[in-house]
């Protein structure tokens, strides 16, 4: 089991930048395929980026070419740069394992907005 701390967000104006953090407990963390997800107001939640055990990505439409997923195996940590931020990006963002999430953390809000 591995469970998660999301840090890194904010309110920002349309056009921002954030950087989000995820710190892993647990001694596997490795071993899994990581994804950052997100629930925005009377929406389920969705998958926005992932990144496998050997570093392979992958992006939602939505995002693609504004954020970019990483890890970091030694620290137990993934990070989400996000770019080009917009209002439609507002949400609170999660990170989890993929395909098969386990137990969900508090997440961390990104509020986009003027």
């Known amino acids: 089991q591995v469970q998660f701390v999301e840090s890194g967000g904010g309110l920002v104006q349309p056009g921002g930048s954030l950087r989000l953090s995820c710190a892993a407990s647990?001694?596997?963390?490795?071993?899994?395929?990581m994804g950052w997800y997100r629930q925005a107001p009377g929406k389920q939640r969705e998958l926005v980026a992932g990144?496998?055990?050997?570093?392979?990505?992958y992006y939602a439409d939505s995002v693609k070419g504004r954020f970019t997923i990483s890890r970091d195996n030694f620290k137990k940590m993934v990070t989400l740069q996000m770019n080009t931020l917009k209002p439609e990006d507002t949400a609170v963002y999660y990170c989890n394992v993929r395909p098969n999430p386990f137990s969900w953390g508090q997440g961390t809000q990104v509020t986009v907005s003027s």
């Open positions: 990144i496998s055990s050997g570093g392979s990505t």
């Open positions: 647990g001694t596997i963390f490795s071993i899994y395929n």
